[in-house]
C-alpha cells in the first residue's frame, strides 16, 4: 500500500523557519518524482514545488521562491521542504504529493499543519 | 487570484447532472493536459480525472472531463450525496514554469 507520512509541521512565529519531512512506503521511491502542495485555512489548493526522481530538476512557486527549497533523499525515501523567512500568509496544511507519469499527483500525505503566528 | 477560474459554488439535486468550468489562457489549459480533483471534507485531495478526459481505476463512468481551446469542463452526472465536495482543475502553466490550480468549486447536492 502506498503511503506518504508528513511531519515537521506546528507553529512557528513570522520570520522564523521549520522543516517539514515526508517519509513514503509502499513504492519506488527513486523513480518518482515528489510535490508539495498547501491549503491554507479555507483555501483552494496552491502548487508549492516539484522535485524529480533523481533530484536534478526542481521548480518553484513564485509564492515561496528563493524561502523555501525542495530536497530529497532516495536512501531515505524521504522528501523535504525547508522554510524560511515564514510568514503569516504561508499558514496553511502542507501536503506532499508522489507524481506518477500520467495521472499527476496520484497519492498524497494526510498534511502537516503549519501556522504562523507571533 | 487564481491563474484558473472557476466558478465559487456549483449545485444539483439527486440524479441531476451538474458541470464546472475551469477557464484558462493559451499558456496553461491552451497547451497542457487538464486535471481534476475530488477533496472531501477533511480529507486530501483526490484525482478523478488527468489529460483531460481519462478516469483512473475506480472512478464511476458518471464522472467526465472535457477540454476545448483553454477551457475546461467536468461534468458529474447522476448525482448523489456522496459527490458534494470541492473540485479543483490544474494544469502546467508554460509561463510560470509551475503548476497552477484553479480556485475550487463548491459542489452541493441539495
Known amino acids: 500500500e502506498v503511503q506518504l507520512v508528513e511531519s515537521g509541521g506546528g507553529l512557528v512565529q513570522p520570520g522564523g523557519s521549520l522543516r517539514l519531512s515526508c517519509v513514503v512506503s509502499?513504492?519506488?521511491?527513486?523513480?518518482?518524482?515528489m510535490n508539495w502542495v498547501r491549503q491554507a485555512p479555507g483555501k483552494g489548493l496552491e502548487w508549492l514545488s516539484y522535485?524529480?526522481?533523481?533530484?536534478?530538476?526542481?521548480y518553484y512557486a513564485d509564492s515561496v521562491k528563493g524561502r523555501f527549497t525542495i530536497s530529497r533523499d532516495n536512501a531515505k525515501n524521504s522528501v523535504y521542504l525547508q522554510m524560511t523567512s515564514l510568514r503569516v500568509g504561508d499558514t496553511a496544511i502542507y501536503y506532499c504529493a508522489r507524481e506518477a507519469p500520467q495521472l499527476w499527483l496520484d497519492h498524497w500525505g494526510q498534511g502537516n499543519l503549519v501556522t504562523v503566528s507571533s | 487570484q487564481s491563474v484558473l477560474t472557476q466558478p465559487p459554488s456549483a449545485s444539483g439535486t439527486p440524479g441531476q447532472r451538474a458541470t464546472i468550468s475551469c477557464s484558462g489562457n493559451?499558456?496553461?489549459?491552451?497547451?497542457?493536459?487538464v486535471y481534476w480533483y475530488q477533496q472531501l471534507a477533511g480529507a486530501a485531495p483526490k484525482v478523478i480525472i488527468y489529460r483531460n478526459d481519462q478516469r483512473p481505476s475506480g472512478v464511476p463512468d458518471r464522472i467526465s472531463g472535457s477540454k476545448s481551446g483553454t477551457s475546461a469542463s467536468l461534468a458529474i452526472s447522476g448525482l448523489r450525496s456522496e459527490d458534494e465536495a470541492h473540485y479543483y482543475c490544474?494544469?502546467?502553466?508554460?509561463?510560470?514554469?509551475?503548476?497552477?490550480f484553479g480556485g475550487g468549486t463548491k459542489l452541493t447536492v441539495l
Open positions: 493559451s499558456s496553461n489549459i491552451g497547451g497542457n493536459f
Open positions: 522535485i524529480s526522481s533523481g533530484g536534478g530538476i526542481i
Open positions: 490544474a494544469t502546467w502553466d508554460a509561463n510560470l514554469s509551475g503548476w497552477v
Open positions: 509502499g513504492f519506488k521511491f527513486r523513480s518518482y518524482s
